[in-house]
């Protein structure tokens, strides 16, 4: 058990943030929560730099595709304070045709990195990136393979028809 609970952590953050504060869950005991896209860096900033709290560690920044939701993308970001070994998780939900949330090079150097992986897999836009390009997929590619906008098998193949299987 960490120096601080979840349930102070909920705390300072609706003292600080009141209803920008969405979505408050503790999933295995990991706080979760929403945040909309225009508080997010404000929000991040607060983590960091508050002397209690101290989320010093970017532990990971990456996306998930709801292609249900209006907002279809949720950028997820999972922080650690190592003075309070306590973790949080951060989702943004923004919409598929405007995907741009600001950056957090700002507060962690390594979220580079990170943001740039997210945006070579999911096209998320992270305006006031110093670099963002293609990691590890070829720079002319014109899709972003995570997002779930195509089929996962070819229909036209007739060994994968469900006759064969007894079906």
Known sequence: ????????????????????????????????????????????????????????FLTDITAVHYPEKEKALAVVYHLHSFVNNVRVRIKVFVPVSNPTVPTATSLWEGANWMERETFDFYGIQFSGHPNLVRILNVDDMTVFPMRKEYALEDPNRVDKKDFFFGR
Do not use: R, W, Y
């Open 1 to 56: 058990m960490g120096k601080i609970s979840n349930q102070q952590l909920i705390e300072k953050l609706s003292t600080q943030f009141g209803e920008k504060i969405t979505s408050l869950s503790e999933p295995f005991g990991l706080l979760t929560f929403e945040v909309a896209v225009e508080d997010i860096h404000e929000v991040l900033g607060l983590l960091k730099n508050d002397s209690i709290l101290k989320f010093n």
